[in-house]
């Protein structure tokens, strides 16, 4: 049998894990510490509750109850490959559920952000590329530069491998990464060379994660 490209994409996975109501365990766990370390990255790259958030993977809203609080109500959008999911944070995670329109619930499997309005000024991808294979990468960072005229800051996180190494290295935190299945590895190169070749001026930054991950700042060239 082939192996899905992650195992997100394995026919019935959502439906499973949903109706046996683990919407918190699809998206791998540390909930709180997780969705707390992504506001504080986002924070400390300026934003601000008048800003427009767009939470990309955004699952069943880790960062999103966390995010939609402190936005300003209408401020906060999402995407995610499963529909569901996100409903599913809608319904079990927000303190207020109508600050948040299910309608900024954006399914959205290949980075095409329909619906999505161009007043975002913050985009965060969190252990979404550790999950698919870099050609994944390389289609979203055109679109979102493009796509959002507005956009101050884009944050993702990636694991990194030394461009010498090859097959399975065991990051910081103890996950095993792979060049060729979920979890994926990238050289910083790889990454920096995508980044900025989509019109954004990138650097990694060695602040440290939940399970190792490298965030990527990237901010719109000339911006």
């Known amino acids: 049998m082939t192996r899905p490209l992650s195992p997100y994409l394995k026919p019935g996975f959502y439906d499973d894990a949903l109706a046996k109501g683990r919407h918190r365990d699809i998206v791998g766990g540390r ?3 997780t969705g707390r370390a992504q506001m504080a990255l986002l924070r400390d790259q300026g934003l601000q509750p008048h800003h427009h958030l ?5 699952g069943a ?3 999103g109850c966390k995010a939609v609080p402190y936005l300003d109500p209408g401020h906060y959008w999402a995407t995610d490959q499963s529909g569901a999911l996100m409903a599913a944070g809608h319904a079990h995670e927000l303190t207020e559920p109508t600050r948040l329109n299910p309608d900024h619930l954006i399914e959205d499997a290949d980075f095409q952000f329909p619906g ?3 007043t975002i000024t913050h985009a965060i991808a969190f252990a979404v590329f550790t999950h698919l294979p870099l050609v994944h990468l390389a289609q979203a960072l055109p679109q979102i530069q493009t796509r ?3 956009l101050q800051c884009l944050l993702f ?3 990194l491998a030394p ?3 090859t097959g399975p290295l065991r990051q910081p935190d103890g996950v095993v990464t792979h060049p060729d299945r979920a979890p994926y590895h990238f050289t910083a190169d790889a990454v920096l060379h995508l980044t900025t070749q989509s019109g954004f001026t990138a650097h990694l930054s060695q602040t440290r994660l939940p399970r190792g991950q490298i965030l990527c700042i990237a901010t719109p060239s000339g911006a």
């Open 31 to 33: 909930w709180d510490e």
């Open 54 to 58: 767009l939470d990309i993977g955004a």
């Open 61 to 63: 809203l880790r960062l």
């Open 116 to 118: 999505i309005p161009p």
């Open 148 to 150: 959002f005229p507005a």
């Open 157 to 159: 996180t990636v694991f």
């Open 163 to 165: 461009a010498t190494h």
